[in-house]
T-cell receptor
Framework: DAGVIQSPRHEVTEMGQEVTLRCKPI?????LFWYRQTMMRGLELLIY????????DSGMPEDRFSAKMPNASFSTLKIQPSEPRDSAVYFC????????????FGSGTQLSVL | QQQVKQSPQSLIVQKGGIPIINCAYE??????FPWYQQFPGKGPALLIA?????SEKKEGRFTISFNKSAKQFSLHIMDSQPGDSATYFC?????????FGAGTTVTVRA
């Protein structure tokens, strides 16, 4: 099992540019989460999908952030336009089903917005 | 507002020592309390977990102690090794949502 796969591992961009982060959950997992990790705020849940449907997007900080899950094996998190305060590590995680106790995290995307 | 408070922020122990990390919560609806371990450049990985009807759980050198009345739980790493050096996060779960503590960076010196 390859685990949760995220790309890119690192992204450096200029303020105002569009950024797209990608995630492939573990095959067979029906729940997908996007988290953001910063020193100041720790691990924050941004959005949760179940069976490809967004269930909870209350953690999405602003309209500049959007997420999609067009099918069970792919999700994207987009920031447009990006700002320096968006610099963080973004993690994707998946679990077998809603309410499953074990979350499997990807290795994250380190985003730097200059 | 952080729903799970974790301390200390960091700690250093000698090899063989017992680092202890403490967490506290307020929401009594939480029904599952996992600990995640994170190495630099990696995502958090589930280490050990406990339910609120159990007071202690051991898995290898890792032990969770849980005090339901005080709404506190802690992680003990017995006979710590340099390979245990990592950041540890406590968390509390209700339904699909995990609320994480701020993390504790543990350094085990050889």
């Amino acid at each position: 099992d390859a685990g949760v796969i995220q790309s890119p591992r690192h992204e450096v961009t200029e303020m105002g540019q569009e950024v797209t982060l990608r995630c492939k959950p573990i095959s067979g997992h029906n729940s997908l989460f996007w988290y953001r990790q910063t020193m100041m705020r720790g691990l924050e849940l941004l959005i949760y999908f179940n069976n490809n449907v967004p269930i909870d997007d209350s953690g999405m900080p602003e309209d500049r952030f959007s997420a999609k899950m067009p099918n069970a094996s792919f999700s994207t998190l987009k920031i447009q336009p990006s700002e320096p305060r968006d610099s963080a590590v973004y993690f994707c995680a998946s679990s077998l089903q809603k309410g499953s106790e074990k979350l499997f995290f990807g290795s994250g995307t380190q985003l730097s917005v200059l | 507002q952080q729903q799970v408070k974790q301390s200390p922020q960091s700690l250093i122990v000698q090899k063989g020592g017992i680092p202890i990390i403490n967490c506290a919560y307020e929401n009594t609806a939480f029904d599952y309390f996992p600990w995640y371990q994170q190495f630099p450049g990696k995502g958090p990985a589930l280490l050990i977990a406990i339910r609120p009807d159990v007071s202690e759980k051991k898995e290898g050198r890792f032990t969770i102690s849980f005090n339901k009345s005080a709404k506190q739980f802690s992680l003990h790493i017995m006979d710590s090794q340099p390979g245990d050096s990592a950041t540890y996060f406590c968390a509390a779960k209700y339904d699909y949502k995990l609320s994480f503590g701020a993390g504790t960076t543990v350094t085990v010196r050889a």
